[in-house]
C-alpha cells in the first residue's frame, strides 16, 4: 500500500482566528466554504465545532456520489484540524498560520491506495483534490474576509 498527499494552500486577508472559526465550525462555517459542485448533504451527527464533531457527507467525484463519515480532532486548537474518515484511511488536515496580512491556510490530505485500482486513484486524484481545494479555498477567502469586515464595522 502506498499514500498520496495532496496539498494545497492559500494567503487569505483576514485574522487566523476567524478563518480558523469557519472551518471548525461544522454547522454553519464548514458547509458555507464547501463548493457545491463538489460536495453535498453536510450532516452533523455529533457535536458541531471542533474536536469530536462527526459528519456525514457526500462528494461528488468522476460522475459518483460518495457517503463518508468523518471524526474531527484538533490536535492544535486555533490552529490545527484534522478530518479523519472512517474507514477508509484518508486524512485531512487544515491548518491555519498567521501572516503579516492575516492567514495562510493549508489543506493536506493523505490518502492510501492499493494495487492496480491505485495506481488508476494516483493519476487522478491528485489533479481532482487540488481542482477541489482551490475552489474551496476561494471560497473560505471570501467567506473569511466578509466574515472580518463585518466584526470591524461597529
Same mark, same amino acid.
Given at each position: 500500500?502506498?499514500?498520496?498527499?495532496?496539498?494545497a494552500?492559500?494567503?487569505?486577508?483576514?485574522?487566523?482566528?476567524?478563518?480558523?472559526?469557519?472551518?471548525?465550525?461544522?454547522?454553519?462555517?464548514?458547509?458555507?466554504?464547501?463548493?457545491?459542485?463538489?460536495?453535498?448533504?453536510?450532516v452533523?451527527?455529533?457535536?458541531?465545532? *471542533?474536536?469530536?464533531?462527526?459528519?456525514?457527507?457526500?462528494?461528488?467525484?468522476?460522475?459518483?456520489?460518495?457517503?463518508?463519515?468523518? %471524526?474531527?480532532t484538533?490536535?492544535?486548537? *486555533?490552529?490545527?484540524?484534522?478530518?479523519?474518515?472512517?474507514?477508509?484511511g484518508?486524512?485531512?488536515?487544515?491548518?491555519?498560520?498567521?501572516?503579516?496580512?492575516g492567514?495562510? +491556510?493549508?489543506?493536506?490530505?493523505?490518502?492510501?491506495?492499493?494495487?492496480l485500482g *491505485?495506481?488508476?486513484?494516483? %493519476?487522478? +486524484?491528485?489533479?481532482?483534490?487540488?481542482?477541489?481545494?482551490?475552489?474551496? %479555498?476561494?471560497l473560505?477567502?471570501?467567506?473569511?474576509?466578509?466574515?472580518?469586515?463585518?466584526r470591524s464595522?461597529?
Amino acid at each position: 500500500m502506498r499514500t498520496l498527499n495532496v496539498t494545497a494552500s492559500k494567503d487569505v486577508a483576514a485574522p487566523p482566528e476567524v478563518v480558523y472559526d469557519l472551518i471548525a465550525d461544522y454547522r454553519k462555517g464548514h458547509p458555507s466554504i464547501l463548493p457545491p459542485e463538489y460536495f453535498e448533504d453536510l450532516v452533523v451527527e455529533e457535536g458541531g465545532r *471542533g474536536a469530536g464533531t462527526r459528519i456525514r457527507f457526500t462528494m461528488k467525484a468522476f460522475g459518483r456520489r460518495e457517503v463518508s463519515r468523518a %471524526l474531527v480532532t484538533e490536535p492544535e486548537p *486555533g490552529r490545527v484540524l484534522v478530518e479523519t474518515v472512517e474507514g477508509s484511511g484518508i486524512v485531512t488536515t487544515f491548518t491555519v498560520d498567521p501572516t503579516p496580512t492575516g492567514a495562510r +491556510v493549508t489543506f493536506d490530505t493523505s490518502y492510501p491506495v492499493r494495487g492496480l485500482g *491505485g495506481w488508476l486513484q494516483g %493519476l487522478v +486524484v491528485p489533479g481532482y483534490l487540488r481542482k477541489v481545494y482551490r475552489a474551496e %479555498l476561494r471560497l473560505l477567502a471570501t467567506r473569511a474576509e466578509q466574515a472580518a469586515r463585518s466584526r470591524s464595522t461597529p
